[in-house]
């Protein structure tokens, strides 16, 4: 059998398993060291605690991948209480081994600080980091060949995180959520990423924490000309009055958006949420998640129900069928004749009642399309 198609095999396998191939046969003992993708998970952790009763991770883990051959193409490490110095020693060899797709979560209570050996891979496309600290040294010139980047609670120890965005010129996927850098991260900055086709911001870690407008947003969209989907989360952030602004330009060339953590009740927001999809007129779907915040609901806006939208699926979560949502669905309910699905989860702890009531108001809604189905998902 070629080397190829063996460590295909292997590559397919979960990696105890994959270990394991080497008591099939004298020639099967070191065919293993030809894996070129490398997962330790939890079900890895979970083999060596209850069925070889082992706890010295860090050392099964060393000799593992100091064992292995050839390029590792794709590399997924789950840290959790782990020694610094063998984490370290990992990403030194992996580093050497040309490592192209790595992910990084870390489940222990602090957070990790990053090897300056990472940095040293160049060939990187695809990075993942989870509560780590990132601080590239002074010499480092960037990731040239980085496709996409996943950055989730994680400390910039750099105070120009926009100069790292630049040295990173084919970026096609930017995930930023919810980390901390000294200089905050400025729209300025990403949008001279103009290969990016995926964004997605938790708007707390903006320079901006507290003023933006959907005429930011719109002019973000414009000068990313290959932008795709859209994500923004909203948590820990308010709008503030005034900030809401037309925009006269529509995009085209957004398909997906998603609204996560957005409060409805906020009649800015709410607003905010109607230009957006407004704008994006071959928008295909929506995912919106609404936060329930216990106070009074601002007015409802006006709502320009002429405009034709292009959604096929829509995608509402934690709703309770408060004023503002019904005025939500049923604009896009009246707009969209394409539609087929909206798929309506409530709140978690919306009473049965509540939740019947709401159900019903849906039922009387009028649709643009005749295809169009509204799945309620009741808890």
């Given amino acids: 059998?070629?080397?190829?198609v063996v460590t295909n095999i292997l590559d397919r396998l979960p990696l105890q398993v994959a270990v394991r191939t080497g008591i099939l046969s004298k020639h099967w003992r070191f065919k293993w060291t030809m894996l070129s993708q490398l997962s330790i998970d939890e079900e890895f952790f979970k083999y060596l605690i209850l069925e070889k009763g082992v706890n010295n991770f860090g050392e099964i883990i060393s000799k593992l991948i100091f064992h292995l051959n050839?390029?590792?193409?794709?590399?997924?490490?789950?840290l959790y209480e782990m020694d610094v110095e063998d984490i370290n020693r990992w990403i030194s060899i992996l580093s050497k081994k040309k490592v192209i797709d790595l992910a990084i979560k870390n489940w222990s209570k602090t957070q990790l600080d990053l090897s300056t050996h990472l940095f040293s891979c160049l060939e990187l496309k695809h990075l993942k980091l989870h509560k780590s600290i990132f601080n590239p040294p002074s010499r480092f010139h960037g990731f040239p060949n980085l496709l996409s980047l996943e950055l989730r609670m994680v400390q910039f120890g750099i105070s120009d995180f926009g100069e790292f965005f630049t040295r990173c010129?084919?970026?096609?996927?930017?995930?930023?959520?919810?980390?901390?850098s000294k200089g905050n991260i400025k729209l300025v900055e990403i949008a001279k990423l103009k290969n990016l086709k995926v964004l997605s911001l938790s708007l707390c870690?903006?320079?901006t924490p507290t003023i933006i407008s959907?005429?930011?947003?719109?002019?973000?969209?414009?000068?990313l000309p290959k932008l795709q989907e859209l994500g923004l989360d909203f948590q820990d952030y308010k709008l503030a009055d005034g900030a809401l602004m037309e925009f006269p330009t529509a995009f085209p060339r957004l398909k997906a958006l998603k609204l996560s953590r957005i409060y409805l009740g906020n009649g800015i927001m709410l607003s905010c949420a109607f230009e957006m999809i407004k704008h994006f007129p071959n928008l295909q779907t929506l995912d919106l998640e609404n936060t329930a915040i216990q106070r009074d609901a601002d007015p409802i806006p006006e709502v320009d129900y002429r405009h034709t939208?292009?959604?096929?699926?829509?995608v509402f979560r934690s709703f309770e069928g408060s004023e503002s949502e019904v005025c939500l669905i049923n604009y896009i309910l009246a707009c969209s004749p394409f539609l087929k699905e909206?798929?309506?989860h409530p709140r978690v702890d919306l009473e049965h009642t509540k939740q019947m009531m709401f159900a019903r108001k849906l039922l009387k809604l009028p649709r643009a399309s005749p295809l169009a189905e509204i799945d309620f998902y009741p808890f």
Avoid at 1 to 4: R, T
Avoid at 169 to 176: F, G, R, Y
Avoid at 217 to 223: A, M, N, R
Avoid at 309 to 314: A, K, Y
């Fill in 1 to 4: 059998m070629p080397d190829n």
């Fill in 70 to 78: 050839g390029t590792i193409t794709k590399c997924f490490l789950f």
């Fill in 169 to 180: 010129p084919l970026l096609e996927i930017l995930n930023v959520d919810h980390s901390v």
């Fill in 205 to 207: 870690d903006l320079d």
């Fill in 214 to 223: 959907s005429h930011n947003i719109f002019e973000l969209v414009g000068f």
């Fill in 309 to 314: 939208l292009g959604l096929r699926g829509v």
């Fill in 342 to 344: 909206i798929a309506i």
